[in-house]
């Protein structure tokens, strides 16, 4: 790789021994992945999850705190994401465990490090994001597929100490999304009817991400008809990740690279479209089966529930309690449950009997130990991606729209 003079340097421990680590593994990464030199980031997030740290990575990030400052010196603005775990709903959720504890450990030493501490999975939620055509490091998928196709910002996605690394250079490597021949569209689709809810926005997601099955494939998306709003391309978003590890889309007239379909193509042939179609549609929803099964928990999230979200959730469990025997539990940013406490929102939820939950997803905190420890087999979601995330924890969980959750919720059964 070509180096710069402050590269070198770094390189050379001139800058501290964190930015020599971090440069060193970053020219390793680069040169795996053929980069040819670095570019400069403006924002670097982190996950903070304890289950995917470990005692292993909790170890690192103390080392690395316990260097003198000037030996650990931050190049780029940092975020840790999804803070305010909620000890309360896990005491419940799986009592005898101190997972407020475990999870404190690791914010305590990102903090350390001078991250920041922010309170949402999608750091775009809680922070300035970044702006078109600007270079982040982040280490979540939902991160970099809304940042690259929404925001029109270049991340590619960091995981661990990749991510570690670029908060002490203030750079990564220049490839894959980085670059502009990376960024052009691979396939297309066209959509042939109008989704009517952010679930089916994340079930044309799954559709898609299940026929390109690659991080490199940049799937665009046309006949759009009336444009989706954020939710939806969110949920849009999260799902292409979830099944594809898709890392970029286009929306032909709607995301900011893809004013048309010749242009998302960035100048290459435009390949044959690949309907999508109402019957995929419901064929996807089919192989969910669970109609009037028992039902143990409608987990609502992935992403985190917004204001508008929760409003819509209090406003269908008014004058409504949901059956004893399933729980509902709604997950949202500490912040957001805040301002919603403040107007009442989150007691009419709980007056009906559901909880809301702040801090990291369902399917990130232990998921399969609550399962057993609670005897649940049977859930629904309005997310597709939790869906399919909670399915390789031993769930049988139904994906459908808030409206039917609420009412499944309330039955006690899969509607």
């Known amino acids: 790789m070509k180096l710069n003079d402050?590269?070198?340097?770094?390189?050379?421990?001139?800058?501290?021994?964190?930015?020599?680590?971090?440069?060193?593994?970053?020219?390793?990464?680069?040169e795996f992945f053929d980069a040819r030199d670095f570019v400069e980031?403006?924002?670097?997030?982190?996950?903070?999850?304890?289950?995917?740290?470990?005692?292993?990575?909790?170890?690192?990030?103390?080392?690395?705190?316990?260097?003198?400052?000037?030996?650990?010196?931050?190049?780029?603005?940092?975020?840790?994401?999804?803070?305010?775990?909620?000890s309360v709903a896990y005491s419940r959720l799986l009592p005898g465990r101190d997972l407020s504890g475990e999870m404190d450990h690791v914010v305590?030493?990102?903090?350390?490090?001078?991250?920041v501490p922010t309170h949402a999975t999608a750091n775009y939620h809680s922070v300035l994001p970044l702006g078109y055509g600007q270079h982040g490091a982040f280490s979540?998928?939902?991160?970099?597929?809304?940042?690259?196709?929404?925001?029109?910002?270049?991340?590619?996605?960091?995981?661990?100490?990749?991510?570690?690394?670029?908060?002490?250079?203030?750079?990564?490597?220049?490839?894959?999304?980085?670059?502009?021949?990376?960024?052009?569209?691979?396939?297309?689709?066209?959509?042939?009817?109008?989704?009517?809810?952010?679930?089916?926005?994340?079930?044309?997601?799954a559709i898609i991400g299940r026929r390109t099955g690659s991080y490199s494939a940049v799937p665009v998306i046309d006949g759009v008809g009336e444009r989706p709003d954020a939710l939806a391309l969110s949920h849009l978003g999260v799902a292409l990740a979830s099944y594809g590890s898709t890392g970029?889309?286009?929306?032909?007239?709607?995301?900011?690279?893809?004013?048309?379909?010749?242009?998302?193509?960035?100048?290459?042939?435009?390949?044959?479209?690949?309907?999508?179609?109402?019957?995929?549609?419901?064929?996807f929803y089919a192989a969910w089966p669970g109609r009037n099964a028992k039902l143990d928990a409608v987990v609502l999230g992935a992403p985190q529930l917004s204001y508008r979200e929760l409003c819509e959730l209090a406003d269908l469990l008014q004058g409504r309690h949901i059956h004893a025997d399933t729980l509902l539990l709604a997950y949202t940013a500490e912040d957001v449950k805040e301002m919603c406490a403040r107007q009442g929102i989150v007691q009419a939820i709980e007056a009906a009997g559901g909880m809301v939950v702040h801090g990291l997803c369902f399917f990130q905190i232990f998921a399969r130990e609550v399962r057993e420890a609670n005897g649940w087999n049977c859930l629904m979601s309005q997310s597709v991606k939790m869906a399919n995330l909670t399915a390789g924890f031993g769930y049988h969980t139904v994906p459908a729209t808030l409206e039917r959750c609420v009412e499944s919720a309330i039955a006690g059964r899969v509607s």
């Open 108 to 115: 305590e030493a990102l903090v350390a490090l001078g991250a």
């Open 6 to 30: 402050l590269e070198k340097a770094m390189l050379a421990g001139e800058h501290g021994e964190a930015a020599r680590w971090a440069l060193e593994l970053q020219v390793r990464v680069g």
């Open 248 to 283: 970029l889309f286009h929306l032909v007239g709607v995301t900011p690279e893809a004013p048309t379909v010749e242009a998302a193509f960035g100048g290459r042939p435009v390949p044959e479209a690949e309907a999508v179609t109402r019957a995929a549609l419901d064929a």
């Open 41 to 86: 980031v403006r924002m670097v997030q982190l996950s903070s999850d304890i289950e995917v740290v470990g005692a292993s990575g909790l170890a690192f990030l103390r080392r690395m705190a316990a260097l003198p400052p000037a030996e650990r010196r931050l190049r780029a603005f940092a975020t840790a994401d999804a803070r305010g775990f909620d």
């Open 140 to 205: 979540g998928t939902p991160q970099v597929i809304y940042a690259n196709s929404v925001q029109g910002a270049r991340c590619n996605f960091e995981a661990g100490p990749a991510g570690i690394a670029a908060m002490f250079t203030g750079r990564v490597p220049r490839y894959g999304f980085h670059l502009d021949r990376a960024r052009a569209g691979t396939r297309l689709f066209r959509l042939e009817f109008a989704p009517e809810s952010a679930t089916d926005w994340g079930a044309v997601g």
